[in-house]
């Protein structure tokens, strides 16, 4: 059997090989992107402000593996869905066999865990979870292969006071980022008998108009004929304005559901506008669906998107019990904070130490150390060189401090205190060197 190590290295047909001034360079996958530090930074920013403000609503933190049976998210998410049929990166174990998928979103995992764990015994559970998703679309501002959300899922809960307490927490959210364009979308899908009758209806509707219909819809006419309604065939719009609405067969109770939840939200000046058109492309959703939905970030609109799904549990293997949720695509968050001209402090250290000969260093380890213990940042200079270009690296460092110690520095037990923002060096000891520092950065 071929290893990796039997591949040539130099395959110049393989996308991920580059040839760059003579050499040839490894490259990432296509649409999975590296986050170089600067960047990190927004990133950092973002998951504390998220957690905080998560936590704030009681939410708590469950993590989930990256790679799921590849049976639980066609049962989850359906069949015939866009992230089924085609965006999941799904492949057999070469070891033994087994159908895996790397998770194209959270919530079937998450149902999936809480289920294993039997976490719905006592109480219902309000959780939260971050990290990478999959899914194999054309990559594009907005739109890569690897992303990441933030989901956000209620379990066990039946009534709209949920559902209105996860929009109100993304409009927090908003707010705290300092986001203003984002408008908020939302429709009800009914409940499951509901679409059921909706179904049958449109599948008789479209079947008089075959005529009409285009290779994709005749394709789903029976399979998933709502998917037929997100057509943009223009050919096919007559007919789609005059199909049967699942708005029709909606009972009273969804009604009044969607209702109340309207009533809440109202209560707490959250504007919204109905869109019947949204449906979702997930088959777990039922009575509330919303997305959030900016005008800043081109075609790549939705930055948050979630709703009711009280059959999953049931479907996935449990005792019935209804839930909502939600998830938002952390690289659009943040892309349109960056329109929005945001930007942070560089990360920098307080404390760069410069040393020369052993003595001197190995006390300036031991300093560096201490500092350290004193919760101070401090970077360390490796490499040798002369004390003047390791003081040309603190300059460049940010640090707002240079500590400067010499075998004279050593052999004394004091230390030389420069300020980076001008400032005369001063020489202090040892043990007054985290109070001096401290007063300096103030
Ligand atoms: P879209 O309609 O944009 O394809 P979706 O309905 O497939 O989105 P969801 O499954 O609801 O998306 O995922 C929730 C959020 O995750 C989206 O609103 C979006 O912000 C983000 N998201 C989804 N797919 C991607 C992707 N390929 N790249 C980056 N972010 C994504
Ligand atoms: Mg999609």
């Known amino acids: 059997m071929g290893s990796v190590a039997d591949l040539p290295f130099s395959d110049l047909s393989s996308p991920f090989f580059k040839k760059e001034m003579g050499n040839e360079t490894l490259q990432a996958v296509r649409g999975m992107n590296d986050i170089l530090p600067e960047e990190a930074e927004l990133w950092l920013w973002f998951e504390e402000v998220a957690r905080e403000w998560l936590h704030s609503y009681g939410y708590r933190n469950i993590r989930m593996p990256l790679?799921?049976?590849?049976a639980l998210f066609k049962r989850a998410i359906g069949e015939v869905t866009d992230i089924v049929e085609k965006e999941m990166y799904s492949f057999s174990d070469a070891l033994n066999g087994d159908e895996l998928t790397l998770r194209p979103e959270g919530t079937a995992s998450c149902v999936r865990a809480v289920l294993q764990h039997n976490l719905l015994y006592n109480a219902p559970q309000r959780l939260y979870y971050s990290g990478q998703m999959f899914r194999h679309e054309r990559p594009q501002k907005g739109r890569y292969r690897q992303f990441h959300q933030y989901g956000v899922e209620a379990l066990g809960f039946a009534g709209p006071d949920i559902d209105a307490e996860q929009i109100l927490m993304c409009a927090r959210l908003w707010h705290k980022l300092g986001l203003h364009d984002v408008a908020l979308q939302m429709n009800t899908l009914g409940d499951a008998d509901a679409r059921h009758r909706h179904r049958t209806k449109l599948i008789a509707y479209f079947s008089k108009h075959q005529t009409i219909l285009d290779a994709d819809a005749s394709r789903r006419l029976h399979s998933n004929p709502l998917r037929i309604?997100?057509?943009?065939?223009?050919d096919m719009q007559e007919l789609i304005d005059a199909a049967p609405k699942l708005m029709d067969e909606i009972e009273d109770d969804a009604l009044q559901h969607f209702d109340e939840v309207q009533k809440i939200l109202g209560q707490h000046d959250i504007s919204f506008e109905i869109n019947p058109r949204l449906v979702r492309g997930l088959d777990y959703y039922n009575r509330t669906v919303f997305e959030w939905v900016t005008t800043g970030l081109?075609?790549?609109?939705?930055?948050?998107?979630?709703?009711r799904y009280d059959g999953l549990v049931e479907q996935i293997g449990g005792k019935p019990a209804p839930a909502t949720g939600f998830a938002m695509g952390v690289?659009?968050?943040l892309a349109l904070l960056q329109v929005d001209g945001m930007t942070l402090p560089k990360q920098q250290v307080d404390v760069y130490v410069v040393h020369q000969g052993e003595l001197a260093g190995r006390s300036a380890s031991r300093v560096a150390e201490q500092l350290r213990d004193d919760k101070l940042r401090v970077l360390f200079h490796c490499g040798g060189g002369s004390f003047k270009s390791q003081m040309k690296k603190a300059d460049a460092s940010?640090?707002?401090?240079?500590?400067?110690?010499?075998?004279?520095?050593?052999?004394?037990?004091?230390?030389?205190v420069k300020p980076m923002r001008g400032g005369e060096q001063i020489r202090v000891a040892a043990d007054i060197l985290t109070k001096?520092?401290?007063e300096l950065i103030k």
């Open 331 to 333: 690289e659009r968050l």
């Open 67 to 70: 790679v799921e049976p590849t």
């Open 229 to 234: 309604l997100d057509s943009k065939n223009p």
């Open 398 to 416: 940010g640090a707002s401090v240079a500590v400067v110690i010499g075998d004279d520095e050593a052999r004394t037990g004091k230390v030389s």
């Open 436 to 438: 001096t520092v401290n």
């Open 298 to 307: 081109g075609a790549q609109g939705t930055i948050c998107a979630g709703g």
